[in-house]
């Protein structure tokens, strides 16, 4: 994250590329909202919290709820703090204001995070589709709206993703093996990271196209680097979802010796 925002933040050239894409967004659109983006907000942060929290205790792993809620709380808690703290010098002539990083995305994928955490593992391939249409839908609308560049959407992959490397790094064992949380069919598992990889490489072609149309202008140039903006946003998310469901193995997990583990907390 601190590459990211030295480049694309602190330095001329990095914030008139992204300015470019702003460019492109209708008069009518710049900093509009939209439904989805308006369904985060502080009240449906704190609940979906309590839900998570709910979750866990009612699946006798009140220790893993508490922890997602950590993920939620504490991204959400980052990117507000990262927000003022990494400000936007004004150094291209830009007239947008300091947006770095979204807070929307950070706890779209957050919360996608979160809610894999507690849920089952049978169920995590219709969470994580689910979820991950969501997080994109999110980041993309940002861009579409003129609330957020590339960059801000980059920043929030990068703090939802290192609270759930912590908290699964020193938290509590989400996966212990038993009946009730049993793997389930492989099937849909592999149809999960089949998608995931084949929509992270349409959205980056999509946007290397774009790009490649921008710089030769074939077409509106802020129009095509808005798109190219919107797919390089749309894939960041999509390229950590699918880093965390392959690389984290959070819809797989060996059976585990229940007579070994310690009390459930």
Not at 16 to 32: N, P
Not at 169 to 183: L, T
């Amino acid at each position: 994250m601190p590459l990211v925002y030295a480049a694309a933040v602190l330095t001329p050239i990095g914030q008139r590329v992204e300015d470019a894409a702003l460019g492109g967004v209708r008069e009518s659109d710049l900093f509009g909202s939209d439904t989805a983006l308006n369904v985060i907000s502080v009240p449906v942060i704190l609940l979906l919290v309590v839900v998570i929290a709910a979750v866990g205790l009612a699946r006798r792993r009140l220790a893993v709820g508490l922890g997602a809620g950590v993920v939620v709380l504490a991204s959400a808690a980052t990117s507000t703090l990262v927000k003022r703290i990494a400000e936007r010098p004004e150094i291209a002539q830009s007239t947008t204001p300091n947006s770095f990083p979204s807070g929307h995305a950070t706890i779209a994928l957050a919360a996608l995070f979160a809610v894999l955490l507690v849920t089952p593992r049978r169920f995590r391939p219709l969470v994580t589709l689910v979820g991950t249409g969501y997080a994109v839908f999110v980041a993309n609308q940002t861009v579409v709206y003129g609330w957020h560049r590339v960059s801000d959407i980059v920043g929030a992959c990068a703090i939802a993703l290192f609270w759930l490397g912590l908290v699964r790094a020193v938290g509590p064992r989400v996966d212990r093996g038993e009946r009730g949380d049993r793997d389930g069919r492989r099937g849909p598992r592999r149809a999960v990271t089949v998608v995931l990889l084949l929509a992270t490489g349409v959205t980056l072609l999509v946007g290397v196209v774009a790009l490649v149309v921008a710089v030769a202008q074939l077409a509106d140039v802020h129009g095509a680097v808005l798109v190219a903006g919107r797919m390089a946003s749309s894939a960041s998310v999509l390229a950590v979802v699918t880093v965390v469901w392959i690389a984290d193995g959070m819809h797989h997990a060996a059976q585990t010796d229940v007579a070994a583990l310690p009390p459930r907390g």
